[in-house]
C-alpha cells in the first residue's frame, strides 16, 4: 500500500499560519508536534520549522522546557504593538510617499478596490468579519507601503501588520456604527495626493480606533472570567 507523501514545509506553514489566525487555535493554547504532525501530514521537522517560523513572526510564543503556545492577547501588549506599529508603519508610509512610483500608486489603487468591492461581513448569524475580506484589507495595508525602497522596514510592518491581524481576527469584533471604508478612503486620497502629514495622520488615527475597540472586547473577556 502507498504511503501519502509528507506536505513540504511552505505547504504547512501556510495552512498553520491560516489556521493560528483564524482562530482554529486560542490564544495561549500549547502547540505539540505529535497531534500537529498528524493534522497536517508532516515531519516533526517540519513541524518545528513552522513553529519557529511563527515565532519569528509574532504569532506563535516559545518556552523553555515547555514547547510552543499560541500567542497569549493582553491590553498591555495590545498596547506596545499599536505603538509600534504606527511608529513604524507612518515612518515606512512617508518614504513610500516621497519615493513611490506611478507603478506602486497603481498597486495601491487595485488593492483598495478590491478590498472596497469584496463584503466586510459574512452572512452569518451573528455576522463576523469574512476571510476574504481580511486577506483583502492585509493587501492594501502591504501596498501603502510597498513604495518604500527600505525590505528592513517593510518586513517589520509585515510583522506587525501580521501580529495585528491576530487580534482582530481573535476578536472578531465589528463597531456597526464605525465608517471603515470612508477610513480607508481618506488614507487612500491623502496618500495618492501625497500628502505625507494626512496621510499619516488618517493611518494613525485608524489603527488607534481599532486598537480601542479591541481593548474594549480584551477586557470585556477579562472581566466574564472574573464573574
Not at 99 to 124: F, I, K, Y
Not at 157 to 178: I, K, M, N
Request: with cysteine.
Amino acid at each position: 500500500m502507498a504511503t501519502r507523501p509528507r506536505a513540504s514545509t511552505e505547504e504547512v506553514y501556510a495552512r498553520l499560519r491560516a489556521d493560528v489566525l483564524g482562530g482554529v487555535y486560542a490564544p495561549g493554547e500549547r502547540l505539540k508536534s505529535t497531534p500537529l504532525c498528524e493534522a497536517y501530514g508532516a515531519s516533526v521537522s517540519v513541524i518545528r520549522e513552522t513553529l519557529s517560523r511563527l515565532t519569528e513572526q509574532g504569532l506563535v510564543e516559545s518556552e523553555p522546557r515547555i514547547g510552543f503556545r499560541v500567542r497569549q492577547v493582553s491590553v498591555d501588549d495590545l498596547r506596545h504593538l499599536t505603538s509600534a506599529r504606527i511608529d513604524i508603519e507612518t515612518l515606512t508610509l512617508r518614504y513610500a510617499i516621497e519615493q513611490g512610483d506611478m507603478n506602486w500608486e497603481s498597486e495601491v489603487v487595485a488593492a483598495h478596490h478590491r478590498m472596497e468591492r469584496t463584503p466586510m461581513l459574512t452572512a452569518d448569524a451573528p455576522p463576523r468579519v469574512s476571510d476574504d475580506w481580511e486577506v483583502a484589507h492585509s493587501c492594501f495595508h502591504g501596498a501603502l507601503l510597498d513604495g518604500a525602497p527600505n525590505p528592513w522596514l517593510l518586513g517589520i510592518a509585515t510583522t506587525l501588520r501580521d501580529a495585528g491581524e491576530f487580534y482582530r481576527r481573535w476578536s472578531q469584533v465589528h463597531e456597526p456604527g464605525r465608517d471603515v471604508a470612508g477610513e480607508h478612503r481618506e488614507i487612500l486620497e491623502a496618500t495618492l495626493a501625497r500628502d505625507a502629514d494626512r496621510a499619516v495622520r488618517a493611518l494613525t488615527q485608524h489603527y488607534q480606533h481599532t486598537a480601542d475597540i479591541l481593548e474594549r472586547a480584551l477586557a470585556e473577556r477579562d472581566t466574564a472570567r472574573h464573574t
